[in-house]
């Protein structure tokens, strides 16, 4: 194990996820070209390091004023906002905007009826120079509440993720969603987006990535997927995984979002390979000699 992989495994570890995300040397092979890094193993260590982010308690969340624990969703509904269309920004004044206005303008949009079952905006988070863009569908129950996209368990190992790629939540890299409110069934459960929300919010983050530029857009889940490659709704993951895709002129990689990994930790591998092409396809950017 070189230094650098000493290093990254005691910070996973501090993370709490283990040495799961480890980026091994590339083992040169005569005659194939660029090496590839290999795909980490997936093992007892590995199912176990995952059980326990699992488990970890949900944080303690802030609830309406003057509303209990066990009333607190019926508080929230008894004063949903109501949609006003007039709220939500033409594509073209969404396109003049620089960060603070387009942050204003979200915190203030009623556009769609999702803003009937946010607790408040989710914006997005991160380093606003970054070069690498991460986008999920849509805030959850506990992002809803805290604020910020990528909390809880999913957002544990999607630290890991990044940790493995050598990025940092809020030093490197920007975190956002295709709708910034969450999406949630008649029984309160996350579910995610419509297309149409989608579409109505997503100019938000057409604005973000203009703003940001990014090298590359990594896109978790397949409804981050489909909006952001404006595909059709029939169009499955594993059809854009493991090829570059591109959103205008920048290079895309498609990969599972964090919370389908966790229910399905088998998919960890295919999930590694889709993080190599992406850090390959970075270093190749910014570096062509990497070719
Ligand atoms: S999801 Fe987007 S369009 Fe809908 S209310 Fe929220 S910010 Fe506005």
New binding site residues.
Partial sequence: MTPEHGRRAVFLQELGVGAIWVRRAAEPVADSGPAVEAASVIDVADLAALASVAARPEPVLPLPVGASAEGAHAAWDEAP?A?DPA??PSESEIALMDWPQLQA???A???????RT?NQ?VFGSGDRRAKWLFVGE?PGRTEDQQGAPFVGPAGKLLDGMLAAIGLQRDANVYLANV???R?ADANGADRA?SPQ?SA??KH?LERQIALLQPTVIVALGKTAALALLECAPDTSLASLRGQLQYVNQTPTVVTYHPAYLLRNPIAKREAWDDLCMALRTYDQSTDPAAE
């Fill in positions: 906002l949609t709220t939500l303008a979200v915190t949009c009623r556009g769609c009826d999702l803003c946010r905006t849509g709708v910034k409110c999406s987006p929300q109505l919010c938000y």
